[in-house]
């Protein structure tokens, strides 16, 4: 089976930086997804590592370590409307191999002016 | 239209009605999955489909059907539902069934009586 744990709340100064913290444990491992969903909204891809290392998406990067399954998606220069809910996922490789994605319980992310 | 739609947005039943929830992708994907989201848990993978072929039933009771007449469109047929099953119901589509971003629809809001 999977399972994710990430911290369930953050709070963050606007224009600062965050890390939102993913540890994992998965039977099979092809890549760490992040998703972000705003309260009444659908989730939204953000990034995807499959292998170690950083990944950047403008203010956003995801990082991974497969050595230590943890991952990490760190947010600059926070904006008010980067409050939301940030979910990590993994791809739960069920013994037929089709996919679906597991996901954390997601970390809220509160911005304070 | 464009991305996943799903209707309705919101839906109130009794525990002896019989209703329907409908997804359509608009992105000529292939893969198309359903979720389900309570509050406080993480979202749960319920089925997967690949080619309109049922690849994943993630251990969803009976009261939950699945239908996928073809790639674009996907049903979700319930019948005799638990209070419990109170939940937002999110439909996802992928490329194909190993891609790693899935695109989600903004989701029904299903109370139950």
């Known amino acids: 089976g999977q399972s994710l744990e990430q911290p369930s709340e953050v709070t963050a100064v606007e224009g600062a930086i965050v890390q939102i913290n993913c540890t994992y444990q998965?039977?099979?491992?092809?890549?760490l997804s992040w998703y972000q969903q705003h309260d009444g909204g659908a989730p939204t891809f953000l990034s995807y590592?499959?292998?170690?290392g950083l990944e950047e998406t403008g203010r956003f990067s995801s990082f991974l370590s497969r050595s230590d399954s943890y991952g990490y998606l760190l947010l600059q220069e926070l904006q008010m409307k980067d409050s939301a809910s940030y979910f990590c996922?993994?791809?739960?490789?069920?013994?037929?191999?089709?996919?679906?994605?597991?996901f954390g319980k997601g970390t809220h992310l509160i911005i304070q002016p | 239209e464009t991305g996943v739609t799903q209707t309705p947005r919101h839906l109130v039943m009794g525990m002896t009605n019989k209703k329907s929830l409908k997804c359509e992708q608009h992105?000529?994907?292939?893969?198309m999955y359903w979720y389900k989201q309570s509050a406080k848990k993480p979202l749960e993978l319920m089925f997967v489909y690949s080619l309109e072929e049922r690849v994943e039933n993630n251990s969803v009771p009976s009261r939950f059907s699945p239908e996928c007449p073809n790639s674009s469109h996907l049903f979700l047929h319930l019948h005799t539902l638990q209070p419990e099953d109170s939940a937002l119901y999110l439909c996802?589509?992928?490329?194909?069934?190993?891609?790693?971003?899935?695109?989600f629809g903004p989701g029904t809001r299903l109370t139950v009586t």
């Open positions: 996802a589509s992928s490329q194909d069934w190993d891609s790693y971003e899935q695109y």
């Open positions: 996922a993994v791809r739960d490789v069920s013994g037929g191999g089709a996919d679906g994605l597991t």
């Open positions: 992105l000529g994907h292939n893969a």
């Open positions: 998965t039977s099979g491992f092809y890549g």
């Open positions: 590592n499959a292998l170690d």
